[in-house]
């Protein structure tokens, strides 16, 4: 099951033309992407592992304009998870609507804070990823 988060539209989150602006929704995936790793409870996790996540790409779709005082709703899944790298997949819907506003597949990787080099997913840290695919 996917986590749930939800961000109002504020007039700040426009362009020009009244609707929000596309290098926001970057920002909303992101909160949404926080907001799961701190109810999950992994931001202390990789916090004492050293381990941060890097992005190292986003596809994302804009399907529909998302207007002031909307309030969005993002669900954020894992998608898969590879030998150095995952993918989250992350879909922003109006809230109690079926209305898709944009998705996106973002994919990263687990870097060592010490060595500056990503890790490979296995072990715990795979074990810690995997139980996402089932949520």
């Known amino acids: 099951m996917p986590h749930l988060t939800q961000i109002k539209v504020r007039g700040y989150h426009l362009d020009i033309y009244q609707h929000v602006n596309n290098a926001r929704y970057l920002e909303f995936l992101e909160e949404a992407r926080w907001a799961y790793l701190e109810d999950c409870g992994d931001v202390e996790y990789f916090t004492s592992q050293r381990l941060a996540w890097v992005i190292v790409n986003i596809n994302i779709n804009y399907r529909n304009a998302a207007t ?5 709703q993002i669900a954020t899944q894992f998608s898969k998870i590879g030998g150095k790298s995952a ?3 992350q879909v922003v819907t109006v809230a ?7 998705d996106a597949d973002i994919t990263f990787v687990c870097l060592d804070q010490r060595s500056g080099k990503a890790v490979a997913i296995e072990g715990e840290l795979l074990a810690r990823l995997s139980k996402h695919l089932t949520d």
């Open 68 to 72: 002031n005082g909307q309030t969005l």
């Open 87 to 89: 993918v989250i997949h």
């Open 96 to 102: 109690g609507t079926d209305t898709v506003v944009a």
